[in-house]
């Protein structure tokens, strides 16, 4: 059997003494280095100004806001194409009293869809409402014209604000 003084002898660690952090293999992988210059980079990029992008005029546009402006301008633009699609021909029939109310609500018409397709969610239904209420303007319009007319219009809306989505989030 073994006596207490012995026992001191056989222990495997002896608590009392420090633990040397040093002595001890640190595991290294290889994407350490790798990380730690992504950071680096990361920092080094955030710090940085913008440059303004330098247009085929010669036009230098700041990368910010005023870029948003123009795409709202296209987009309005579009927005009163669409409309404004095989209309030539009963625009020219209208009298000319009518004329210009029927252009300025067509105008305000685009402008009210540019804010509902600006919104996350888009209401089919107003848009719909819109465009048919100024086809109703029209004198002596065919009901089933102006249904296909305001479906075919509202589905080349739609898709106008499905590919303004995904330029913005891609």
């Known amino acids: ?19 040397d952090e040093t002595a ?14 992504e950071k680096i980079e990361s920092s080094q990029i955030s710090t940085e100004k913008a440059e303004p992008v330098a247009t085929p005029l010669g036009v230098a546009i700041p990368t910010s806001a005023p870029i948003s402006q123009v795409q709202e301008d296209k987009i309005s633009k579009d927005i009163e194409t669409i409309l ?21 609500k067509g105008e305000e018409t685009a402008k009210e869809i540019k804010n509902i397709i600006s919104q996350t969610k888009i209401i089919v239904s107003k848009i719909l409402t819109l465009i048919k209420n100024w086809f109703l303007m029209i004198p002596g319009v065919n009901k089933f014209f102006l249904e296909q007319e305001c479906k075919i219009k509202t589905g080349k809306i739609l898709n106008l604000a499905e590919k303004i989505k995904n330029d913005r989030v891609g």
């Open 24 to 37: 001890r293999p640190q595991p290294q992988t290889e994407k350490e280095p790798e990380f730690e210059q």
């Open 84 to 104: 404004s699609e095989d209309m030539e021909e009963i625009y020219k029939n209208l009298p000319e009293n009518f004329k210009e109310d029927f252009k300025k």
């Open 1 to 19: 059997m073994l006596e207490p003084s012995q026992n001191k002898e056989k222990k495997l660690f002896d608590l009392e003494k420090p633990i």
